[in-house]
Structure formats: structure tokens, C-alpha cells
């Protein structure tokens, strides 16, 4: 049985099979986000994290919008807060969860929304959906990420005019720049972002944790020591198995082998 955790604008469901959701759901304001939203959205992601049950998270948001960003009546609320406290951040909470997070954007995803789509690992967007930098026309600086992330995925001169100029990003583009993974049919958005979760289940759990973290943490580095990284993880894990588990790779692997379908010339 699917359970529901909370009636409140942040809703969290966990399913059986290890997929959890977190929807932001307050649709009459195109899901801003008020001061409370931002801490119960970061907690959500906390707890999900820490809940080996969850193997991985889909993000989305209810209604015609993803997440319009900030809810500009509690502004100061918001702005003058503490910007290091880190429990009340939810950017932080996904940036430091170990299970991977797959946004699925519909409709508008505006300024905060757009930091929060991208610190989601893959992004599956519904056709038509608009990604929105309004920190130039409103006089806010960036805080979550955007102003860092957008560049180094889409190239500077694509993100200096997103950004500068306010000039919406389409899905389609996006997708063609390689923020967006996937675009599709608004009512297939939900259905897509499962289909990749199931795909990543049926992977060994330990090492998806530890992939996205070595991805994650090298994309910080030069590529010189995000290799030397690698290198150095990947001698810990195999340091770190028993003789059992050497074995049990090279049963799988073999079984794997044999169902491949022997080719004819």
C-alpha cells in the first residue's frame, strides 16, 4: 500500500518498491514557496535520505507549475533568513542526499524553482515546459545555485542570456543543451520519471549510491583529480569486498553472460 505522510503543501508518499515522492502542492500559487514550504521540503528530503526503504526520489509539483520560486509577499521572510542553515535549505538537503533524485518539471519552473530543477540528477520535462531566471528583473541574488550550475551545464554565453536577460528556456531546448534528459507529453511526465527510477533499481543499490556520489563530487574538481578520485574510490571498494563478494560478482556476471542470445554469422 502506497502512504501519504502529510496533507501539507510539501507531500511526501513512499511506494513499496523503494521510489519515493516529494510534490509541492500549493497549485493556486503556481507552488511558490513560503519560508515554512522551504524548511518542510528540506526535511523531506532529509528523511527520505536517511530511509534505507528509499532507494530513489521523483520531485514534481502539482497543478499548471513546477514551482513558480519564492513567494514575493514574505520576501524579507525569506531573504534576510539565515542563508547557512542548512536544515531549512532545501537545495542543500538534495544537493547532500545519497539516493538520486529525478525531477519531473511541468508548466513553469521560475528562479527558485529553476535552482531546485537543477539540483535534481536527471530532469524529465513535460512538452512546453519553461525554465525562468528572473534574478536580474526583480533585483534578487542568487542563492541556490544558479548563477554556478546553469553555466557549467548549458555553456556561459547560453546562461548569461537566460539569466540577464530573463529569456525563458524552453524543454526543448534544454533537452538539446543536456539539462533536460527527456521531454514528453505532459500526462506521460509522472510515468517517465518512474520508468527511469525502476531502471536504476534494478541496479546494485550500493554502488548507485556510491557512482552518483564520485559523478557528483568530480564534477567539483579539475578532471585530473576527479580521475585520481575515481581511482582512489575504486581501490577502497574493491580493498574493502570479501572473497564471497568476489565471487557473487563473477556469478552474476557469468549468469548475465549466458542469457545472451549466442550470434550467428
Known amino acids: 500500500m502506497e502512504r501519504y505522510e502529510s496533507e501539507k503543501l510539501i507531500l511526501v508518499k513512499r511506494e513499496p518498491n ?3 515522492y516529494v510534490t509541492i502542492n500549493r497549485p493556486k ?3 511558490s514557496l513560503t519560508k515554512s514550504m522551504m524548511t518542510d521540503m528540506a526535511q523531506a528530503f ?3 535520505d536517511r530511509d534505507d526503504s528509499v532507494r530513489v526520489i521523483i520531485l514534481s509539483g502539482s497543478g499548471r507549475a513546477f514551482c513558480s520560486g519564492v513567494d514575493l509577499t514574505s520576501a524579507e521572510d525569506v531573504f534576510k533568513g539565515d542563508v547557512k542553515d542548512l536544515e531549512s535549505d532545501p537545495v542543500a538537503q538534495m544537493e547532500r542526499a545519497r539516493k538520486p533524485i529525478i525531477g519531473a518539471i511541468g508548466g513553469f519552473a521560475v528562479t527558485a524553482g529553476f535552482e531546485i530543477a537543477l539540483a535534481c540528477d536527471i530532469v524529465v520535462a513535460a512538452k512546453g515546459a519553461k525554465f525562468i531566471d528572473t534574478h536580474a528583473r526583480f533585483g534578487i541574488f542568487p542563492s541556490w545555485g544558479l548563477s554556478q550550475k546553469l ?3 548549458i555553456g556561459p554565453n547560453k546562461a548569461r542570456e537566460v539569466s540577464l536577460t530573463a529569456t525563458p528556456l524552453t524543454a526543448e531546448v534544454a533537452e538539446r543543451l543536456g539539462f533536460v534528459n527527456y521531454v514528453v507529453e505532459e500526462g506521460e511526465l509522472l510515468k517517465k520519471a518512474r520508468e527511469i527510477g525502476e ?6 543499490q550500493d554502488l548507485v549510491l556510491r557512482y552518483k556520489s564520485v559523478i557528483n ?9 576527479a580521475l585520481a578520485l575515481e581511482k582512489e574510490r575504486a581501490h577502497d571498494y574493491y580493498n574493502g569486498m570479501t572473497k564471497e563478494q568476489f565471487e557473487k560478482m563473477q556469478q552474476f556476471i557469468a549468469g548475465r553472460s549466458s542469457k545472451k542470445p549466442s550470434s550467428k554469422l
Open 217 to 225: 563530487d568530480g564534477l567539483k574538481l579539475d578532471l585530473g583529480h
Open 151 to 153: 553555466s557549467r551545464i
Open 46 to 48: 532529509k528523511s527520505l
Open 18 to 20: 523503494g521510489i519515493a
Open 29 to 31: 500559487s503556481l507552488n
Open 199 to 204: 531502471g536504476i533499481l534494478k541496479n546494485n
